[in-house]
């Protein structure tokens, strides 16, 4: 079976607690998956969101991103960093790798 994974970047599983802003409106959740394009984060609770929304996250530890939902997902939503910064968004990806090896699940 070939490899049809159409990735720009390879995802790595990590589970770790986010906060931010979707919209004007606060939320807490927890990262599903990471890579150095964007993140899914699920655990919204009663969060209100839509696709195309901008969204303010911060990762403790790691930095704050921002960027804009793509799509829903069960519990949460996928996002896709602002190409404001890349040496951030290396930097997101080295922590995501140092936190569960250097494996990627997708990609």
Not at 13 to 20: M, T
Not at 72 to 87: H, R, T
Request: charged residues 25%; without cysteine; negative net charge.
């Amino acid at each position: 079976m070939a490899d049809d994974d159409q990735r720009a970047a390879p995802r790595y599983a990590i589970d770790a607690p986010v906060n931010g802003l979707v919209g004007s409106e606060p939320f807490e959740g927890r990262l599903k998956d990471v890579s150095k394009t964007g993140a899914a984060v699920v655990g919204m609770g009663d969060a209100g969101y839509d696709n195309y929304q901008f969204v303010s996250l911060h990762m403790e530890g790691i930095g704050d991103f921002s960027g804009q939902i793509q799509r829903k997902i069960p519990d949460g939503f996928a996002l896709q960093f602002s190409d404001d910064d890349e040496e951030e968004r290396q930097k997101l990806e080295a922590a995501a790798q140092a936190s569960i090896g250097t494996r990627p699940i997708y990609g």
